[in-house]
Every structure is written in structure tokens, then in C-alpha cells.
């Protein structure tokens, strides 16, 4: 069993900055690629940023530039420094992982979300 969880998310003003954190716990193997969804009241969830084992990034259009995913391999963690925040990031923000469980067994898992809200 797998749990990832997320911090850092909360209320902050147009312009400013926040960091989430998303630690993975569990029996874990090892961790592939990680990555960053949010879902905003009545939209589809969408993909933020990913990353790699290896450290490669990709962003969506709308955070590239803005928002930087990093990932602590030792620890499990997977960081989202969002700067410039709009009003448009307010969303639920979702941790997602591919862990390795077992020698060829490879699931996806999703943190519980946490609110960032951009507001002045």
C-alpha cells in the first residue's frame, strides 16, 4: 500500500508564491515519473508539470515559466514552486506518482489534493 501526501497549499494573493510538497510512503520499490494535476470547480483535472526519476520536466502551457516541479529521490517528495500566481491556479492541486510495489509491478497513485486559492 501506497499514500502519497500533500502540503503547502493555502490562500495567497495574486502575484505571490507557494510551495507544495507531496511525500510517498509505503511499500515502494521505487518511484518513476511524478507530476503535479489540479482541478478547478467545475473543470476537468489537468495535468501541471511531471517529472522524471532522472529529473527531466515538462509543464503545461499556462504554468510554464511560473511554476518549477523538483523531486528529492531520497526522501520520496516531489515539490511545485508556483511564483506569479494568478487567479486562473486556483484549484485543487493533486500529487501523482508511478511506484514500482513489486519486481514488475508498476501503479499509479494520487494524493488526497490539496486547495490553493489566489485571491486579493
Known amino acids: 500500500q501506497v499514500q502519497l501526501v500533500e502540503s503547502g497549499g493555502g490562500l495567497v494573493q495574486p502575484g505571490g508564491s507557494l510551495r507544495l510538497s507531496c511525500a510517498a510512503s509505503?511499500?515502494?520499490?521505487?518511484?518513476?515519473?511524478m507530476a503535479w494535476y489540479r482541478q478547478a470547480p467545475g473543470k476537468q483535472r489537468e495535468s501541471v508539470a511531471t517529472?522524471?526519476?532522472?529529473?527531466?520536466?515538462n509543464y503545461a502551457e499556462p504554468v510554464k515559466g511560473r511554476f518549477t516541479i523538483s523531486r528529492d529521490n531520497a526522501k520520496n517528495t516531489v515539490y511545485l514552486q508556483m511564483n506569479s500566481l494568478k487567479a486562473e491556479d486556483t484549484a485543487v492541486y493533486y500529487c501523482?506518482?508511478?511506484?514500482?510495489?513489486?519486481?514488475?509491478?508498476?501503479?499509479?497513485?494520487w494524493g488526497q489534493g490539496t486547495q490553493v486559492t489566489v485571491s486579493s
Open positions: 501523482n506518482a508511478d511506484v514500482q510495489v513489486y519486481l514488475y509491478n508498476w501503479r499509479r497513485y
Open positions: 509505503g511499500t515502494i520499490v521505487s518511484i518513476n515519473d
Open positions: 517529472i522524471t526519476i532522472g529529473g527531466s520536466t
